[in-house]
């Protein structure tokens, strides 16, 4: 194992669906590749493979191994993000966003420490402050110190009969604060002696000390001040993995500098002609030789957690980054950005119409089509999101809010042909196979006309992951469970024009929001602690 740090099958009961070249293609891959978001053709349709087991035992399919690295997954201070794993020519590849503590030596006020305190900038009336103040040190309130529920409804109350309408909205958030707190709310008079040093940097915590001391500060209120002076701070990276399909090993791991974030990154590596493209926790792009792991090139987009996968086309590699931009694949040489087209959650999507390629791509309220190589923007149409179009042919569905919208395309344009109402969903992407349109999200499931738009069926308790876009492979569907009734669990489904029903299903603790990866009948799915492979061939019952 090398280690470096720098500073299926098409579905038969379908028609339509004629051959997977059909689908406008993003790079080259192999036959069986998962090897980007949502596939080979980010259209969420495996290639022909091996024939599946409709009917897994209780414990779910088989279980081929489980990754020997400890690879962190999903938000939290453990977390390390939720980007996808993709396969190519026997490896995996998937980004992990950990983080660790470090310690500081100085000490400063953390951002918006004062208001944490319970500090407010303009004063109520004094008539008024009074009163919070007798009330909140008053038996009343101290008597409901362990009933959380009905201190809430106390507190509410007394605001809503003593501060005034036209003082509720600048002083009902400060009473309401400081009622919860009651005894353990701060004078105010201490909390103003902070103000002068709000962005003041102590050298160490003797320093820090002697400020508590030179202003008289100590006991309780030294301790509940002290702790908005941070003794550490949580520091994240960018860790590219490549493990061996074949038993999980790590094959190569590359970590960069990183921002520690909440949810982690959720971007999506693409592998195109040998090489890895990935972007990072806050706007790092990289490349790295797909074999070695070597950096090939590095460049920096806007700043911030990116969820977009990179888009590897005709040799240029394109990244939503905010600006939308075109790197040159081989060097990371930037060949164009697209300034109105800003940073988008959704990734994009490469269309082909008479030997002229385009970006299909949404971000803020729209959805753009853009010159592959130049990044003009040819047209665009009402509706952002951050679920990736599906395309096929000339036809270009979307997942907007609470319709599926469909539109036929040009070069010049794009035309509604329909939409139809379906259950909000927050980011899963619909899917074009053969003559329907297909949308499973976190409210429902729902199958549609293409040419119409006329829905067939929609299923409410048909429910899927938000933010997991499904994997349609061998005439049957994989997903993951619903959050709110199956979190973690690994869903078969099997959706026909006139039905959706489920086949099969097993907890088998998958990170939520992330899309499994499929080639030759097996599946690669991201867990809390790593990666793991499940053989899904009928051969495997």
């Given at each position: 194992m090398t280690i470096q740090r720098n500073p299926a099958r098409v579905p038969r009961h379908l028609t339509g669906l004629l051959t997977l070249g059909m689908l406008s293609g993003a790079c080259a891959f192999g036959a069986s590749d998962w090897n980007q978001w949502r596939g080979p053709n980010r259209s969420?349709?495996?290639?022909?493979?091996?024939?599946?087991?409709?009917?897994?035992?209780?414990?779910?399919?088989?279980?081929i191994w489980e990754s020997e690295e400890k690879?962190?997954?999903?938000?939290?201070?453990?977390?390390?993000?939720?980007?996808?794993?993709?396969?190519?020519?026997?490896?995996?590849?998937?980004?992990?966003?950990?983080?660790?503590?470090?310690?500081?030596?100085?000490?400063?006020?953390?951002?918006?420490?004062?208001?944490?305190?319970?500090?407010?900038?303009?004063?109520?009336?004094?008539?008024?402050?009074?009163?919070?103040?007798?009330?909140?040190?008053?038996?009343?309130?101290?008597?409901?110190?362990?009933?959380?529920?009905?201190?809430r409804g106390w507190v509410k109350e007394w605001v809503d009969a003593h501060v005034p309408a036209d003082q509720a909205k600048a002083f009902g958030a400060f009473a309401t604060d400081r009622l919860t707190r009651g005894k353990n709310a701060l004078d105010l008079a201490l909390l103003e002696k902070l103000v002068p040093i709000k962005d003041k940097e102590f050298a160490n915590a003797e320093e820090l000390d002697k400020w508590f001391a030179d202003n008289g500060i100590d006991g309780e209120a030294k301790k509940q001040l002290a702790a908005k002076f941070p003794s550490s701070h949580l520091v994240g990276e960018d860790v590219i993995y490549c493990l061996d399909a074949t038993n999980g090993k790590t094959l190569w791991k590359q970590a960069f500098p990183g921002v520690a974030r909440e949810h982690g990154s959720s971007s999506t590596p693409c592998i195109a002609d040998g090489r890895c493209y990935v972007l990072g926790s806050d706007g790092g792009a990289y490349c790295l030789d797909a074999k070695s792991g070597e950096k090939v090139w590095e460049a920096k987009t806007s700043p911030g957690d990116k969820a977009c996968s990179f888009l590897v086309v005709d040799g240029v590699a394109v990244a939503a980054s905010g600006p939308l931009t075109g790197f040159e694949a081989a060097t990371g040489k930037v060949l164009w950005t697209q300034e109105k087209v800003g940073y988008s959650q959704s990734s994009p999507v490469s269309w082909t119409k008479d030997g002229k390629t385009s970006i299909l791509v949404r971000s803020r309220n729209k959805t753009h089509c853009v010159d592959q190589a130049t990044g003009a923007i040819r047209w665009e149409v009402d509706g952002g999101g951050i679920?990736?179009?599906?395309?096929?042919?000339?036809?270009?569905?979307?997942?907007?809010?609470?319709?599926?919208?469909?539109?036929?395309?040009?070069?010049?344009?794009?035309?509604?042909?329909?939409?139809?109402?379906?259950?909000?969903?927050?980011?899963?992407?619909?899917t074009i196979v053969g003559e329907h349109v297909y949308a499973l999200g976190g409210k429902a499931a729902q199958c549609m006309e293409l040419e119409t738009g006329k829905v067939l069926w929609q299923d409410t308790p048909l429910e899927a992951s938000d933010y997991m876009s499904p994997v349609f492979v061998d005439g049957k569907v994989l997903t993951q469970g619903s959050r709110s009734k199956k979190g973690g669990m690994l869903v078969l489904l099997k959706l026909t024009p006139e039905k959706g029903e489920v086949l099969s299903e097993a907890?088998?603790?998958?990170?939520?929001?992330?899309?499994?990866?499929?080639?030759d009948g097996r599946i690669y799915v991201r867990q809390g602690k790593g990666v793991a492979c499940y053989d899904m061939r009928k051969t495997a019952e």
């Open positions: 969420g349709i495996a290639p022909q493979g091996p024939e599946l087991a409709e009917h897994w035992p209780a414990e779910g399919p088989k279980k690879i962190p997954a999903g938000s939290g201070v453990a977390g390390g993000g939720y980007g996808s794993v993709v396969f190519s020519d026997g490896r995996l590849y998937l980004l992990a966003t950990p983080k660790h503590s470090e310690a500081l030596v100085t000490r400063q006020l953390v951002k918006d420490g004062l208001k944490a305190l319970g500090w407010i900038a303009e004063k109520p009336p004094e008539a008024l402050l009074k009163a919070i103040d007798e009330a909140r040190v008053s038996e009343e309130r101290a008597a409901l110190d362990k009933d959380n529920r009905k201190l679920s990736s179009p599906a395309v096929l042919g000339d036809r270009m569905a979307l997942w907007n809010g609470a319709d599926i919208v469909l539109y036929k395309l040009s070069e010049t344009a794009a035309e509604r042909a329909w939409a139809a109402k379906c259950p909000s969903d927050y980011g899963a992407s619909p907890k088998l603790g998958l990170t939520q929001c992330v899309t499994p990866a499929i080639a």
